[in-house]
C-alpha cells in the first residue's frame, strides 16, 4: 500500500485476502483496517479488513493539481502531459504548480478539463513521478 508519502508491506491472512482479492487493484484507493506489525526490522501491516470507498461524486469541483519542478518542463515533456490529458477528457479543471527554486506559479490550463479517475492519475505519474499529486 502506497500514498505521495510512502509506502507500506500490508500483508492480508488467507481468509481476508478471499474477500477482497478482487478489489486489489494498481492506482485505486484503500481503506485499510488492521494492526502495525513492528517484530521485524521493516514494519508492515497486517489488514483485517479492506474497503474501496465510493469516490465517484468526491470532489467533482475540485481541480486537479499536477506538481512539476520547472526543471521537468521540456517541450517533449509538455507535448506528452497535452496528450495525457486529451487522452482523458472530462469536466474537471487542472491547474498546474510550477515549483521554480524562488517561487512557486500556478496555472490555470482553460483547453485541458479531465475525468479524474485512477487511468488518469496513473498516467500522470507514469509521466511526471508520484508526487505530481501531492498539494
Do not use: W
Amino acid at each position: 500500500v502506497e500514498d505521495l508519502a510512502g509506502s507500506i508491506e500490508c500483508m492480508f491472512f488467507p481468509a481476508t485476502y478471499q474477500l477482497v482479492s478482487t478489489q486489489l487493484v494498481e492506482d485505486t484507493v484503500v481503506f485499510v483496517k488492521g494492526r502495525l506489525d513492528k517484530r521485524e526490522d521493516v514494519p508492515r501491516l497486517v489488514a483485517m479488513e479492506m474497503q474501496v470507498p465510493d469516490i465517484s461524486n468526491a470532489g467533482t469541483n475540485a481541480p486537479v493539481v499536477l506538481t512539476i519542478p520547472t526543471v521537468k518542463i521540456t517541450p517533449p515533456m509538455v507535448t506528452r502531459l497535452g496528450e495525457v490529458l486529451s487522452h482523458h477528457r472530462g469536466d474537471t479543471e487542472v491547474r498546474i504548480k510550477l515549483q521554480g527554486p524562488r517561487k512557486t506559479t500556478v496555472l490555470r490550463l482553460d483547453r485541458h478539463r479531465v475525468k479524474a479517475d485512477s487511468a488518469l492519475f496513473g498516467d500522470l505519474k507514469v509521466l511526471l513521478g508520484p508526487a505530481c499529486l501531492a498539494g
